[in-house]
Nanobody, 124 residues
Framework: QVQLVESGGGLVQAGGSLRLSCVAS????????MGWFRQAPGKEREFVAA???????NVAASVKGRFTISRDNAKNTVYLQMNSLKPEDTAVYYC??????????????????WGQGTQVTVSA
């Protein structure tokens, strides 16, 4: 069983930055692929970014150039650095893990563990 705990959400003005963190339990974190999804009010959850066990990344077109995903295996942590935030980035951000294959993912069905979510609100 893998537990994921997110932190770092909050309220920020447009143009500002936030860094989300997700700490994972488990001894084999380095073999997991990790990533982030988000869900805005009234919308479906969507892919944001992922990083595989080798450090390769995949970022959604809507946030490319503004968001960066990284990981620190020594701390069992994955980060999402969010710069130049826009009001449309307002959502609950969820950390997700693929503990089976460790490959880059972009679909919810590829993930087997989820965090509880952290709220990000960007004011205009």
């Amino acid at each position: 069983q893998v537990q994921l705990v997110e932190s770092g959400g909050g309220l920020v003005q447009a143009g500002g930055s936030l860094r989300l963190s997700c700490v994972a339990s488990g001894r084999t974190f380095s073999s997991y692929a990790m990533g982030w999804f988000r869900q805005a009010p009234g919308k479906e959850r969507e892919f944001v970014a992922a990083i595989n066990r080798s450090g390769y990344t995949n970022v959604a077109a809507s946030v490319k150039g503004r968001f960066t995903i990284s990981r620190d295996n020594a701390k069992n942590t994955v980060y999402l650095q969010m710069n130049s935030l826009k009001p449309e980035d307002t959502a609950v951000y969820y950390c997700a893990a693929d503990s089976s294959y460790g490959v880059l993912f972009s679909r919810e069905s590829q993930c087997d563990y989820w965090g509880q979510g952290t709220q990000v609100t960007v004011s205009a």
